[in-house]
């Protein structure tokens, strides 16, 4: 991989949200997904929870056999591992399983969360993960945790058997939209945080409130691999275009306007 360039997965848990406020299935979620690839993304990202409150299990397996003809895009299903099957959602592990995605991304989210808003405390959860990552490894998937930039936690995500960690950017994003002193502070934690998962031999994606303004700042950061951004770019479509949209963003992370 180009360690200048850094891959664009696209999440389209917001066009599922606006599908579900209506009967039928407009705007299309995997016609979307189309749009996004023809117009640069390296990948397609959803977040199927129990409560379908914007991505259902149909979404994920129709995803799936879309990109499993585009060997060089990525399906990235992220979400709680321990999530349970509920109404017709058959439960997370059951729809990777199912699905087989090129990298799963874990979670620790709950039903009554608006978002994920704080990555995993593996001295808590980490025994229980080891077993789901190993079988998510024997399924083919590249596993990635979702994390706050510690580096002693990254370090933990080695030893449960993560391939990659994605850090949890929103504190990022807000102290840059506000401007806020300790925005440099904030900014060189997650280059810590960078620095610690190369050291162990981890990957490094992010993710949360990335958008426009905020995201060459934040690429500053040497070893980003991918940045999934699903709501920012969802909002800046609306204004140019889903095509146009996925273009700027792509233009940042290939750094194309450097």
Known sequence: MNPTRTSLSVNLNKIALLRNSREGNYPSVTAHAEICLAAGADGITVHPRPDQRHIRPGDVYDLAALTASMPVIEFNIEGN??????????????????????????????????????????TQSGDKLRPIIDELHELGCRVSLFMDPDPAQIRLAKGVGADRVELYTGPYALAHKEQSDNLDTLFRSYHEATLAAAEVGLGVNAGHDLNLDNLARFLEIPGILEVSIGHALTVDAIAMGMGEAVNRYRRICHHENR
């Not at 090129?102 to 608006?114: E, F, G, I, K, R």
Request: charged share 20%.
């Open 81 to 122: 591992p321990f999530a349970p099957a509920q109404g017709s959602y058959p439960g997370f592990m059951e729809l990777v399983r199912q699905t087989r995605p090129d990298q799963c991304t874990l979670v620790p989210d709950s039903d009554d969360q608006l978002t994920s808003d704080h990555g995993f405390d593996l």
